[in-house]
């Protein structure tokens, strides 16, 4: 990737390395990290080496112009000394984001009224060109300011979402539509303003497609904690009997059920979705609790071979872990290897690692996610 801003922008902190060289680096330092866990060969995952973000966000600088006169618009990001650096452009980002970049600042820049204390712009995008960006201002968004919005919005071919503090204003949808082809099927998804969404939709459905690729055999039923909006429940839906899939979030489990009927999965077929916490779960497993939630659900009625995790950076806990130790499968993705690495030691006291996978979702930071397969022993 040749960026102008490489060694003065911080978000990419590897950059005085090729695309090569930081995923090497970063190979041999995960390589060494678990080496006292396993020997085996990583599946490398690649990301593009460049417009490979798919979600960015940016502040919003103001400037004055040579003479003192105009205020100028810029996007802006950190430097490696905290201060303000101003940008034009970005090389991680979608070319869909690159190119609409200069044309929404451009149209910014000429309307008071969408400029004036707008202080930061968000990017969403799909593969399929379906564009979602959301302006953040320090001040009450009116009509004037709707109307205007609704005519860019149409002028620029994309979806517009004004927030405020305690304002968000939709102007037509808070979500834009992807399309997934994982093994040679196409799975269909809406994702959310403000929700989670994997950055990088290349390295996504490797990812998908890797977890597939290593599903052990003698797959029954499924438990799955941190399911999010369904991202790999759906596919893997079609590899088990049965998935009981859990999460914490409100907004996620309503988006799960949402791209379970984008994919023509009406009744939700062989999959249910749980709102509550992994410890939770556990606690209604083990009977400890009973949950209004779970009253339509028969947890014996699952006969489950495999446990699928994603939790956030922090790993697992306690409770969480010794769950996992009670299924035949475990299928671990992380997006740290510091956290892993803490499950791992204590997982390989009664599992042994037969797949390890990294996925450089993150090209030139210091940033790279894993996936963990696991056997009992």
Known sequence: ??????????????YDKTYDEQLNYKIQREKERFSNLTNLDFNIIKSEPK?????AEFRIWWEKDEQGEKDILSFAMNDFNKEI??????SMVNQDIANLMPKILEELQSS???????????????????????LIYHKK???????????????????????????????SSDFINETLNIQNQEFHFAYEENGFTQPNTNVNIQMIEWVLQNIPKN????????????????????KFNKVLATEISKTSIKSALRNCKLNNIENIENIEFIRMSAEEFVEALEEKRAFNRLKNIDLKSYDFSTIF????????????????KNF??????????????????????????????????????????????????
């Open 219 to 238: 797959n029954k039923d499924l438990c799955e904690l941190y399911c999010g909006g369904g991202n790999f429940t759906i596919p893997l839906s079609k």
């Open 51 to 55: 417009n490979f973000r798919n979600r």
């Open 85 to 90: 650096l101003e940008i034009d452009s970005c």
């Open 141 to 171: 968004l009116e009509d004037d300011w709707i109307k205007l919005a609704c005519e860019l919005e149409t002028k620029l071919n994309i979806k517009i979402i004004g927030r405020s503090r305690k304002q968000k204003i939709v102007l």
């Open 1 to 14: 990737m040749n960026c102008k801003y490489f060694g003065t922008c911080a978000s990419c902190t590897l």
């Open 112 to 134: 008071m009224i969408l400029s004036f204390r707008l202080f930061a712009i968000e990017f969403l995008v799909s593969s399929t060109s379906d564009i979602l960006v959301t």
């Open 328 to 377: 035949e499968n475990i299928i671990y993705i992380s997006c740290n290897p510091e956290t892993l690495h803490r499950d791992l030691e204590e997982l390989t006291l009664t599992h042994k690692i037969v797949n390890f996978a990294l996925f450089d979702q993150f090209a030139f930071t210091e940033h790279i996610e894993s996936g963990v397969v696991l056997e009992k022993r």
């Open 309 to 324: 995790m994603d939790p956030p950076r922090s790993g697992l806990d306690n409770t969480t872990r010794n769950l996992a």
